[in-house]
């Protein structure tokens, strides 16, 4: 070869190993600022009034089920979770799932309907042996999609996998099956079974249901840090080929298919009323810290909208605005970050059974941050 052709080659090689280095530490500059954004965010708290109903969001009332990994049956059933804010497209995401799955009757299907009278059921009768179990919530009374999830996540009876997507999500044929085998594929490569299945997946055209730009997207990595939560944002860019599932640095609540010790690894929280920023990076960093790792799949399984123009969605909740901060506190304190002086001084209602959703003790918080960074 050439030896100007190799010194090209050197230097190109530097420029990008340079480039990513320096993101990487512009992304660590990021955080660290923004952690001093929480703590202002957060000791601002000491001077706002309590709402009068915290208590209605922060309650000793809340019962639920704490699952445990004796509980997993090999029965290659997929509890798939749908939870649907006022979306005129969750019938046809159900019916979508039910009609391109290869095995329906290994199907349990649960859906959070939170609607009001005027909105479209999400009710499908072509079941095609498929489960589906209904939990429905009068809008009014909805507490954002980790309450909806949560109260999902408490119908799981054993199945051996587990599937979340949007309300307003596409298929391809035979999805179940691929991602089995795609699930496979990724824990071969990681030698081990704590792997989930997880991108911000392609768009589809709500009009035609044609998939938009491209069907495939690459691995997740932290697009930026947010200077008024300081939580991660996510992103994936398009991918035209890839020849097998690639490790991915994001967790995503739009599509995540695993095994499910990720319920009992990650559970929801019903503590965390309104929560939307934050959700993600929350699930993340407990999965992470207990060992797993995400992969995207190199197939093309399904499709979403992220555009909200055409649906109501849960913001528009007279509570949203004044709830969701003490949220946000909550996962504060679970990833270390707050004063204990700070700490001391939150409403005790809003740390209520934290120690069930705690982060795990495979790996830091500091070893999430930099692997999520680097």
């Not at 010194?7 to 530097?14: A, E, G, K, P, T």
């Not at 500059?29 to 709402?51: A, D, G, H, L």
């Not at 999609?145 to 009876?157: G, H, K």
Request: proline share 5%; hydrophobic share 35%; with cysteine.
């Amino acid at each position: 070869m050439n030896l100007n052709i190799i010194l090209i080659i050197i230097i190109l090689f530097f420029l990008y190993t340079f480039s990513c280095r320096t993101r990487s530490n512009i992304l660590f500059q990021e955080f660290f600022t923004n952690i001093n954004t929480i703590k202002t965010i957060s000791e601002s708290k000491k001077s706002t009034p309590i709402p009068p109903n915290l208590s209605q969001y922060f309650s000793e009332g809340i019962n639920y089920k704490i699952f445990n990994s004796n509980q997993i049956k090999s029965n290659s059933k997929i509890f798939l979770s749908v939870a649907s804010y006022r979306d005129p497209q969750c019938p046809l995401t159900v019916l979508d799932a039910i009609s391109k799955a290869s095995n329906p009757e290994n199907l349990v299907v649960v859906i959070c309907q939170q609607n009001d009278l005027s909105d479209t059921e999400c009710v499908t009768t072509k079941t095609r042996g498929a489960t589906i179990k209904y939990i429905k919530i009068p809008n009014t009374e909805a507490k954002g999609p980790c309450w909806a999830r949560f109260c999902i996540n408490q119908m799981w009876d054993g199945e051996e996998y587990y599937l979340q997507i949007d309300s307003h999500t596409r298929f391809v044929e035979s999805w179940d099956i691929k991602c089995i085998g795609e699930l496979k594929q990724a824990q071969s490569l990681k030698g081990d079974s704590l792997v989930c299945l997880t991108n911000y997946v392609s768009t589809f055209n709500i009009n035609t249901g044609e998939i938009e730009i491209n069907p495939l997207r690459g691995p997740m990595y932290v697009e930026s840090i947010d200077q008024t939560d300081g939580f991660d944002r996510y992103n994936s860019k398009y991918s035209t080929l890839m020849v097998k599932p690639q490790e991915s640095k994001g967790w995503s609540g739009c599509f995540a298919f695993g095994p499910s010790q990720m319920l009992i690894d990650a559970p929801y929280d019903p503590y965390t009323p309104f929560l939307f920023f934050g959700e993600e990076m929350d699930i993340f960093a407990r999965l992470y810290t207990r060992g797993w790792i995400m992969y995207v799949p190199h197939i093309p399984i399904c499709f979403t909208i992220f555009d909200r123009s055409y649906r109501k969605t849960f913001w528009e909740h007279p509570d949203q605005a004044t709830i969701v901060p003490w949220s946000k506190i909550r996962l504060y304190e679970r990833f270390g970050i707050l004063s204990k002086e700070f700490i001391s001084k939150i409403p005790s209602k809003v740390l209520l059974d934290k120690e069930n959703f705690t982060l795990g003790t495979v790996k830091t918080f500091d070893q999430f941050l930099e692997y999520c960074l680097q």
